[in-house]
């Protein structure tokens, strides 16, 4: 389904650009952002946001736009959930319905018609990005910030062919055991622990997932939700210790888990994609 | 009055702040956001955002910490008008009262109480600058975008001893001859058209005003309020060239008047400032 341009902003040598489409997954209309640089685009990132998030957040936060179009690169960033619904407790709390989507494919009544994110940024999103942006399917990775770092981590293992590298800010690494995980996947996938660890990247990892290309994780050791133990990146590091799948992970002494964290950061993980999609 | 720090958010080499103070020419609380980088810091930047904005807007979308931390300069970043008052007319539009101040000092009822703007900045702020952030006098400069380059223009002129070096995106540079300023001035200051002209950067450049330094401006031409004749850069850039005052003016194509034209051109701005700073 073509999207449709809603605003373009010129941004260094590129254009910064909001999008709308009918989705099929969601059946819902879906935002989404993008930065384009002029000129040759070498491969494209998805970007997945955390709790609260829309599809605004990282491109006008991040200082991304100046490292993409130095390496060529456009990036996409779909919004964090469906829209426009009026779901059983949709809207009551911050992590879990609406801009919380955890980027599952839910099971439970009323969201199993709609929250289906993973299908939605491993297909629909996909091949839009091949179709609408001309991108060649082996020239696009994926990359997230805590809720949208777990994301990224789970659609980039079990999809693993589909996405030429991974990298996370933050990312919720063991929702399985995290409050803000126990209580998103019980309410889109029911009771059953089988289906919450095919969204859980440490059991991913533990099961047997790998990803050819080393995953890049940055973690600030003053980020409020990494003390709370809602990220646990120590389990997903031993789960790929153990495993040998490769793992670059930076501890960051006074960081926190906002969006000044990412925008220093943000040039190393986009020269990380660029590696690989280049 | 010394201020309080409400948030502190590790950004690059340094640390984006939030504060709040008792204001003595606003007789309101003030807020204002600083970046400031470890280590020495060789000078301040006073950054003046333009109609709607608050002291958020710059601190999270111009991309400006990397820059700053680099040249070793700190930022300081004041709201746009008093706060949590209940003027006649004061939140009845965008582009007067609340979010609004254009930097004067007003002389109409009610409003001549509270939104002396053009003293918070040239003096409490300076001051303040100096006392808690131990900036010596003679490192001070200032910038801004839309109302808050004219802000910086008009403030820079005026008071050119106290600061090193103006420069400004988009500004209103004649404001007497444009709606926004029309409104403006005849809400804060009355009828009399001697008292806008203090407050006109172009009319002060006639009036004999100079700034030592040269002043650099940019301006995209795609912006819509460029287009409307909101800005008139063309008026400042005629009455420097007969004043010989010193301008170094780009126009930028396809350039609009986002804070994404701001996050592609602040690291000249951050350049031009540490030429005088540092």
């Known amino acids: 389904m073509e999207a449709t ?13 909001f999008w709308e489409h009918d989705s099929v997954s969601t059946k819902t209309k879906m935002k989404f952002s993008t930065y384009i640089p002029t000129g040759l685009v070498k491969g494209c990132v998805i970007w997945l946001s ?7 957040n990282f491109i006008t936060k991040a200082g991304a736009q100046k490292y993409l179009a130095e390496h060529q690169l456009m990036v996409i960033c779909p919004d964090t959930s469906p829209r426009g619904l009026q779901l059983p407790g949709e809207h009551d709390s911050y992590d879990f319905g609406s801009g919380a989507s955890f980027y599952v494919d839910a099971k439970t009544e009323g969201y199993s018609e709609h929250y289906n994110m993973f299908s939605y940024i491993t297909n629909e999103l996909y091949e839009l990005i091949q179709n609408q942006f001309q991108i060649p399917k082996n020239k696009v990775s994926i990359m997230g910030h805590s809720m949208g770092g777990h994301g990224a981590l789970v659609i980039g293992l079990r999809e693993s062919s589909k996405f030429q590298s991974i990298s996370a800010f933050a990312p919720i690494t063991n929702p399985t055991l995290a409050p803000w995980g126990k209580k998103a996947f019980t309410g889109y996938l029911g009771e059953d622990q089988d289906i919450w ?4 990247a440490t059991e991913l990892i533990r099961s047997g997932a790998r990803h050819p290309n080393e995953i890049l994780i940055d973690q600030g050791l003053a980020d409020e939700f990494y003390l709370k133990a809602q990220l646990l990146p120590s389990h997903f590091e031993k789960s790929c210790e153990v495993a040998d799948q490769k793992l670059k992970m930076h501890y960051r002494a006074d960081f926190d888990h906002s969006y000044y964290f990412i925008a220093t950061f943000i040039e190393s993980h986009i020269q990380h994609h660029a590696k690989f999609l280049a």
């Open 5 to 17: 341009l809603l605003k373009s902003h010129k941004t260094f040598e590129g254009q910064t650009q």
């Open 50 to 56: 955390g709790l609260t998030c829309t599809d605004e």
């Open 197 to 200: 660890k095919q969204y859980d």
